[in-house]
C-alpha cells in the first residue's frame, strides 16, 4: 500500500478530530481476529466523525448531557446505571451495563444512529424521553429544573414549535445546527445535545444552546440565540425584538452581561436579583418563557385586564404584600414552580421582580440611587401601585378596588377617552403605557424606544414636549407646545372639548402665570411619575422628593382636599405656601381634612 506523504500526515492530523478517527481507525485495522467486532468497530468509525463533527468531545463531558452526575435513564424499558453515555441515545450495537436494546433493528434504518423509537417522525421524541420521564428538583413530572421547560403538550402548543419560521437563521456565526437542514420546530434549531463551546467573560462555556454570536461574551447567550431569529430574519419587522433592543431608552438586555444565572431563586440579595445593582439585567427569558410562548391571545388595552397574555404565559414573577399607605411592600410569594406552576398571573408581577423591592433592596421614600436610561432615578413600582395609596393608576387593582382612595375614587366617564369609560372596573398593563415608539408595525412591549420611559400609544412625551418646554394648562387653552399630538397623559384624558374644560380646577388655572416656569405646568400640582401617590388624584407636595417633583423645584402645594365631581372644586380644597398661590390657597382652607 502506497504510503501518503509525511506532510500531508501532518496537515490531516492538525484538523479538529482527526486524532480520535485515527483512534477509530486502529481499531477497524485490528481485523476480526482482534477481540473487537468490525461491525462495532464500524459504528464507532461513525460515532467518532459524529462526535467529532458534531459533539466536539471535551465540551459534551462539561454539559448536563456528558457529565457523569446526570443522565441514567433512556430508552423506555431500559434503565443504565452508566451516567452521561452516548449510548442512552446512539445506538451502538453493544450492551451497556449488561443490557442490550434491540431498537433501532427492527425499525430500520435512524438518522444519526438514533433510537428510533424515541427519535419519530417530529424529530423531537427522542429528547421527550428522557424530559417527559423525570422529576428534577421537586418539579412535576417533565418539567426542568427551574420551569423553564414544562413539559412535551405545552412545547407543541406553542408557536416555536409550530411555526415554519422556527428554524436556525442560515446566515448565523457561529452556524447553527447544520442537520437537519431546516426542520421547523426541531429542539435542535436552538439545543446543541453535545454542547456548544460558547465563551462567558473570556472563558468557555459549556452552553447547550446556540448563539449568534459567542464572542459577546454573554452568559449563557440568551438573547443572542433568540436574536437568530427576532432579529427580522425570520418573520420580518414585527418580530426584529433586537432592533427595539439597540434602541436609546431600552431595557438592558444588551447592556449587561454575565449576570443572569440559573436557578434566579428571586431572594432578595441572591446573585441575580436584589439590591445591588451590579446583579440587575433583562435576558428574554426574565420576560419570555420560549418553551410555552403562543400566538393566540394578546393583550388588548383596556378589554383584556392586566392578566398575562399567551406571549408572557408560564413566567415567574412576585406578588407583593401589600403595606400601609406609600411603605415599601418587602414580603412576596415567588410564583414559580413547583408551587405555581402556572407562573405570573398578572403582568405587573413580571415587572416587579426588578422594579421593587425584590430587585432594588430598601429604600427611601421610593427612590433607588440607579439612575435609568432616560436620565431619572429607577423607582419603587410596588410601593406605588400599592392598592393602600390615595391614588394609582389601576395597574395592581381596578379603582374601585383601591382600598386607600377616597371617593369618588374614579374620575368621571366624561373625563375619559374610549375604550376606558368604564370608570371604577378597568385594570390595565405597564405596557399599556410603556413600549416600543412604533409598535403599530414593529416588535411590540417595552423592549426599547425612541421615547424618554418608553411611552408607547400615538402621544409620546411627558412631562416636556420634544422641543423640551414642560407641558402646562396654558399651552391647552392657547393649543401651543404641541399638547395635542404629543403630550402623552391625552390619550386616556381628553383634558378638554373645544373651549369646554373636563375639570374646573384646569379651567381656573389655564391662564396663570406662575412659578419658575411662568405658566401652570401640570407637574406643580401632579406628581412627575404618575403610577401612584400619597395623594388623591396624583398630586404631589412641596415635601416630595424628585423625581416625584419633578428637578426638585416644581411642586406647589402642601394641601388638597379630592372635590365629590370634576366640577366642585373650589379655593378650599387646596393649601399653598408659594406666594404666587397662598393669597387663594392659605392655611386655612383644606387644613385637617387634607390628604396627610
Known amino acids: 500500500m502506497k504510503k501518503e506523504p509525511v506532510a500531508e500526515r501532518k496537515k490531516e492530523r492538525t484538523m479538529p478530530g482527526v486524532e480520535n478517527l485515527h483512534i477509530c481507525e486502529k481499531f477497524m485495522r485490528r481485523g476480526p481476529i482482534r477481540p473487537v467486532p468490525y461491525a462495532l468497530c464500524s459504528m464507532l468509525f461513525a460515532l467518532c466523525f459524529l462526535l467529532t463533527a458534531e459533539g ?11 457529565t457523569s452526575a446526570n443522565r441514567s435513564v433512556v430508552t423506555p ?54 424530559h417527559e420521564t423525570f422529576t428534577l428538583s421537586g418539579m412535576t413530572l417533565g418539567y426542568g429544573s427551574y420551569g423553564i421547560y414544562q413539559g412535551k403538550t405545552k412545547y407543541n402548543a406553542s408557536i416555536h414549535y409550530s411555526s415554519a419560521s422556527m428554524k436556525w437563521t442560515p446566515d448565523a456565526s457561529p452556524p447553527g445546527p447544520a442537520y437537519p437542514s431546516g426542520d421547523a420546530g426541531n429542539c435542535h434549531n436552538c439545543h446543541n445535545p453535545h454542547g456548544y463551546n460558547a465563551t462567558a467573560g473570556g472563558a468557555p462555556y459549556a452552553s447547550m444552546l446556540f448563539a449568534l454570536d459567542s464572542a459577546t461574551g454573554d452568559s449563557p447567550a440568551y ?32 447592556t449587561y452581561n454575565n449576570r443572569h444565572t440559573l436557578p434566579e431563586t428571586g431572594q432578595p440579595g441572591g446573585t441575580s436579583f436584589g439590591p445591588a445593582a451590579a446583579n440587575r439585567h433583562a435576558e428574554c427569558v426574565d420576560c419570555h418563557n420560549p418553551h410555552t410562548v403562543v400566538s393566540g391571545t394578546i393583550h388588548t388595552a383596556a378589554t383584556s385586564g392586566n392578566a398575562v ?70 423607582t419603587d413600582q410596588a410601593w406605588e401601585f400599592n392598592p393602600n395609596n390615595k391614588s394609582a393608576h389601576p395597574v395592581a387593582v381596578t379603582l374601585n378596588n383601591q382600598t386607600g382612595s377616597g371617593t369618588p375614587k374614579a374620575l368621571t366617564a366624561g373625563q375619559m377617552s374610549s375604550p376606558w369609560t368604564s370608570v371604577g372596573t378597568q385594570t390595565m398593563y405597564c405596557s399599556d403605557c410603556h413600549g416600543a415608539d412604533n409598535e403599530s408595525s414593529a416588535a411590540k412591549g417595552p423592549h426599547g424606544s425612541t421615547r424618554k420611559f418608553m411611552l408607547n400609544r400615538t402621544r409620546q412625551y411627558w412631562p416636556a414636549s420634544a422641543a423640551g418646554a414642560l407641558f402646562s394648562l ?123
Request: aromatic letters at 10%.
Open 56 to 66: 466536539f468531545g471535551g465540551t459534551y463531558i462539561q454539559t448536563k448531557h456528558g
Open 77 to 130: 424499558g431500559y434503565t443504565y446505571t452508566t451516567l452521561g453515555h452516548c449510548g442512552h441515545c446512539h445506538e451502538q450495537h453493544a450492551s451497556i451495563d449488561g443490557a442490550e436494546p434491540t431498537l433501532p433493528a427492527s425499525e430500520g434504518a435512524s438518522s444519526y444512529a438514533l433510537f428510533r423509537s424515541n427519535y419519530g417522525a417530529s424529530r423531537n421524541e427522542l429528547c421527550f424521553a428522557c
Open 223 to 254: 438573547e443572542m440565540g433568540c436574536e437568530a431569529c427576532h432579529n427580522g430574519t425570520q418573520g420580518g419587522a414585527a418580530k426584529d425584538v433586537k432592533a427595539q433592543l439597540n434602541k436609546t431608552y431600552a431595557h438592558p438586555t444588551h
Open 309 to 378: 397574555s399567551d406571549v408572557l404565559k408560564y413566567v415567574w414573577g412576585v406578588e407583593p404584600a401589600w403595606t400601609a399607605i406609600w411603605t415599601q411592600p418587602t414580603s412576596f410569594t415567588v410564583r414559580k414552580p413547583p408551587a405555581y406552576n402556572d407562573g405570573s398571573q398578572y403582568e405587573y408581577q413580571i415587572c416587579f421582580k426588578c422594579h421593587s423591592y425584590y430587585g432594588l433592596g430598601t429604600l427611601t421614600n421610593g427612590v433607588s440611587s440607579i439612575t435609568g436610561p432616560s436620565g431619572t432615578a429607577i
Open 474 to 596: 396654558k399651552d391647552i387653552n392657547d393649543n401651543t407646545n404641541n399638547w395635542s399630538t404629543e403630550l402623552f397623559c391625552v390619550n386616556c384624558h381628553p383634558m378638554i372639548t373645544g373651549t369646554t374644560w373636563k375639570n374646573d380646577v384646569h379651567k381656573d388655572h389655564d391662564n396663570r402665570t406662575l412659578g419658575p416656569d411662568n405658566e401652570m405646568s401640570c407637574v406643580y400640582c401632579h406628581v412627575a411619575v404618575p403610577h401612584g401617590s400619597k395623594r388623591s388624584r396624583l398630586i404631589g407636595y412641596v415635601s416630595d422628593v424628585s423625581p416625584y417633583d419633578y428637578s426638585d423645584n416644581r411642586l406647589l402645594l402642601s394641601g388638597f382636599k379630592k372635590a365629590s365631581s370634576p366640577t366642585t372644586y373650589a379655593e378650599s380644597n387646596c393649601y399653598s405656601t408659594n406666594s404666587a398661590c397662598s393669597s387663594k390657597h392659605n392655611s386655612s382652607n383644606c387644613g385637617s381634612s387634607c390628604d396627610p
